[in-house]
């Protein structure tokens, strides 16, 4: 009885492992979802939109603008309560705490201080997650228990001006994290089982942007904005592959995520406006060509998503916009201004287009080219939210300034 009783105890655990090691259709395991494209899986709209979503559970979880991560039925959150920085496990459909992890952090000080919680989304992959702090403390927990695998800090209280926000990637048993601050800082490569640093990338220090896969002529490319430019390093061993001058300029920042579409990379940024490249390998070289430019329409902390050859954004003064991704034309811009800081989530959820500025107003549009075809503005926090919202099926769930509710659709 007894070594039965104890089969069934490694079964069961067996079982944990397995739901948080695999990702289904409708997870959202790191910055911008699965495929970190802003796409989300297995949405199925409402015949007609309700004027307010149904309310089902809401957790006050602590300060922060990170979006939450959703693996089978745990949602992972990294906030700030008190003095700690903490890693929080619930359980998606009834929001009971499983798990936390915390410990203590420097306070975000000086112009970022309205904004005292982390900023980068977590990255959960093969049973491990991976969480970036203000200050660029990168851990690794187990994401079954909690328990701390490894963790490091490389360059110790050097940050960009508004803290760290970049998101970390991991790719192949790879984590890859853009840490320090300007001009001093290096995309750096870490496996995720030993924590071991495999290569850097250090002469160009992080912005607020995050990295992204390009897959091309067999090999992989880690694409990301820094402080100065849009580069490519190799995955492999972190080699430079191409960098394209992107410095912002007053006010600015690079603070959008590359978009990639097949050997098409798209990157914006305020008072740049959006542009395409075309990467192609010639010989052993890598070359970048232009493809469009589009100087009327620009993003400050918005990433576009792209659908069907249309990209959809929000730009740095607040309004939503289409642009044609094969001619790089303004399809259109909406004449409302949603939120004077340029702050909102953009995702493409199927049949509709969804955006979250941070005045918690979940807007609703038709991903059509002709003109901007509303379908539902619906209010769902009373405080700013700055994450971008989970959906799973019919549950949207939402991280504002300090709790996560989850809503669903009827």
Not at 247 to 274: D, E, F, H, M, S
Not at 320 to 340: E, S, V
């Amino acid at each position: 009885m007894k070594n039965w009783k104890c089969f069934t105890i490694f079964c069961a655990g067996l079982l944990v492992l397995s739901s948080i090691s695999s990702i289904s259709a409708q997870d959202w395991p790191q910055w911008r979802g699965a495929d970190r494209d802003g796409k989300v899986n297995g949405f199925t709209a409402p015949e007609s939109w309700p004027p307010e979503l149904s309310i089902q559970w809401q957790e006050s979880v602590g300060a922060g603008d990170a979006t939450p991560v959703l693996v089978e039925n745990r949602l992972y959150l990294f906030t700030r309560q008190g003095d700690q920085e903490v890693i929080l496990c619930l359980n998606a459909e009834s929001g009971a705490e499983q798990w936390r992890n915390e410990y203590t952090a420097a306070a975000v000080t000086g112009a970022g201080a309205r904004h005292p919680g982390p900023r980068s989304t977590p990255a959960l992959s093969n049973g491990k997650i991976i969480t970036i702090g203000v200050s660029g403390i990168l851990s690794c927990l187990d994401a079954g228990s909690g328990e701390l695998l490894w963790r490091k800090d490389p360059f110790p209280g050097i940050v960009p001006m508004f803290f760290t926000s970049m998101s970390p990637i991991i790719v192949d048993g790879l984590c890859i994290a853009h840490l320090g601050g300007a001009d001093n800082g290096a995309i750096i490569a870490y496996d995720m089982d030993t924590g071991n640093e495999l290569w850097r990338w250090a002469e160009e220090g992080p912005d607020y942007g995050s990295p992204v896969l390009l897959k091309i002529s067999g090999r992989k490319l880690i694409v990301t904005p820094t402080e100065k430019s849009i580069v490519a390093v190799d995955l492999a061993d972190g080699k430079l592959i191409w960098k394209l001058p992107f410095l912002p300029q007053r006010r600015a920042y690079n603070a959008a995520t590359p978009i990639v579409n097949g050997n098409t990379v798209i990157y914006t940024g305020a008072g740049r406006g959006t542009n395409a490249v075309k990467i192609e390998k010639q010989g052993e070289e890598f070359v970048v060509s232009e493809l469009w430019s589009n100087a009327e329409l620009s993003v400050q902390f918005s990433t576009p998503v792209l659908k069907q050859d249309l990209l959809y954004g929000y730009t740095n003064t607040g309004s939503l916009f289409c642009i044609d991704a094969l001619t790089g034309q303004t399809a259109w811009t909406d004449t409302i201004q949603h939120d004077r800081s340029g702050f909102a989530a953009i995702l493409d959820v199927g049949p509709v287009i969804m955006a979250l500025p941070s005045s918690s107003e979940l807007i609703v549009f038709k991903p059509v080219k002709e003109r901007y075809s509303e379908l539902a503005k619906i209010k769902i926090a009373d405080k700013p939210s700055y994450a971008t919202p989970v959906i799973a099926g019919s549950s949207i769930y939402i991280k504002d300034e300090t709790t996560i509710t989850l809503w669903k659709i009827k």
